[in-house]
């Protein structure tokens, strides 16, 4: 296996085997894991021979100022059922267009922004290479607050730790786009309701 699915296999948590421990109730564990949609084919092959299940791809553009397109696999209920029969919809409060986004005085260039990863130019939009906003009629970054509300944490979420501005986006460029871990935790609900 080459490229970033070999980390899927580096860090799969272990989980716990063997007979449930004396006294303890037994619940069913349910898992989910996410990798990048561009991955190779023959990676996302053997993940899902490994997990024994096909992933589910969904992009975060339906419910965020963002596209990021990602696979994930889990036995969460319902979890293969979500695409057909529970689209992928917005709530109110989910910020869908970039200027949304931004703090005052800021304005989009863009409706939406390309998928934000670890890296620091991966907030530069399009074959060009343009910055995402305009500020004083000049191009800039998007600030680490708007990249926070893009995936739908809130303001100051990971200003911890006096983090800089970069390993503030790396922090982000890993983590799921909240509304998308809603959306396939819903059914959770229902199902705990009947347990």
Not at 60 to 74: C, D, L, N, P, T
Not at 101 to 117: M, P, Q, S
Not at 135 to 163: A, Q
């Amino acid at each position: 296996m080459r490229g970033r699915g070999r980390l899927f296999f580096e860090f799969y948590p272990a989980a716990p085997r063997g007979p449930p421990q004396r006294g303890r109730r037994q619940t069913p564990s349910s898992g989910c894991s996410r990798t990048w949609f561009a991955m190779g084919v023959s990676d996302k092959r053997d993940i899902s021979r490994f997990l024994e299940c096909n992933p589910v791809m969904i992009d975060a553009k339906e419910v965020s100022a963002a596209h990021r397109a990602r696979y994930f696999w889990g036995n969460l209920p319902g979890m293969n059922r979500l695409v057909k029969e529970r689209p992928l919809t917005a709530m109110i409060n989910d910020k869908l267009d970039l200027q949304d986004c931004l703090e005052h005085g800021r304005t989009a260039k863009f409706g939406k922004v390309r998928t934000i990863t670890t890296r620091s130019n991966s907030i530069k939009q399009g074959k060009d290479q343009h910055f995402p906003v305009y500020m004083n009629e000049k191009e800039d970054i998007l600030w680490c607050t708007e990249m926070e509300r893009v995936f739908g944490f809130p303001v100051h979420y990971t200003d911890v730790s006096n983090m800089s501005r970069l390993a503030r986006q790396r922090l982000l460029g890993r983590s799921w786009s909240v509304p998308v871990i809603r959306h396939l935790f819903a059914p959770l609900k229902e199902y705990f309701a009947c347990v």
